[in-house]
């Protein structure tokens, strides 16, 4: 008995003139389904829970389409986060961090809250301790 294989399709899948893949139906990307499985170890059932408006169907297609292109999808992934990595270094501070620079503020003078909140400086040793104690409370003072 001889048998025919034929390629398999993803019918809750369509790919955008990029080559995006997108659920039908639905304003939502594959990606973000397999980063919410990445980030938060979420199964098929807490995606739906998360996202009611999409069906398991719609679900598991998505995570099937990201598992038999992988390798593509995670290359893109990672090229898009150095590329927004470097948009975020090369970004001008924001005014809240202009106006702690005039007053002569830096990142280790900073209550921990501003520190987290202007997410500028990244490039000091100290702001990643100053994020970590984001619990601190703002100056009473305007900025």
Avoid: C
Wanted: hydrophobic share 40%; proline share 7%.
């Amino acid at each position: 008995m001889a048998t025919t294989k034929t390629g398999t399709s993803y019918g809750h899948i369509v790919l955008d003139e990029r080559g995006v893949p997108w659920i039908v139906g639905a304003n939502t990307k594959s990606v973000e389904l397999v980063s919410e499985v990445q980030a938060y170890g979420w199964s098929p059932e807490e995606l739906h829970f998360q996202h009611p408006h999409l069906s398991l169907g719609q679900i598991h297609s998505a995570l099937a389409y990201y598992w038999d292109h992988k390798d593509e999808i995670d290359a893109d992934v990672q090229r898009r986060f150095e590329e927004a990595e470097t948009l975020r270094r090369n970004a001008e501070p924001s005014p809240v961090v202009r106006k702690l620079r005039a007053r002569g503020w830096t990142a280790s003078t900073w209550p921990p809250a501003v520190a987290a909140l202007a997410g500028a400086w990244a490039d000091e040793p100290d702001l990643e301790i100053a994020r970590e104690g984001a619990a601190a409370e703002l100056p009473r003072e305007p900025l």
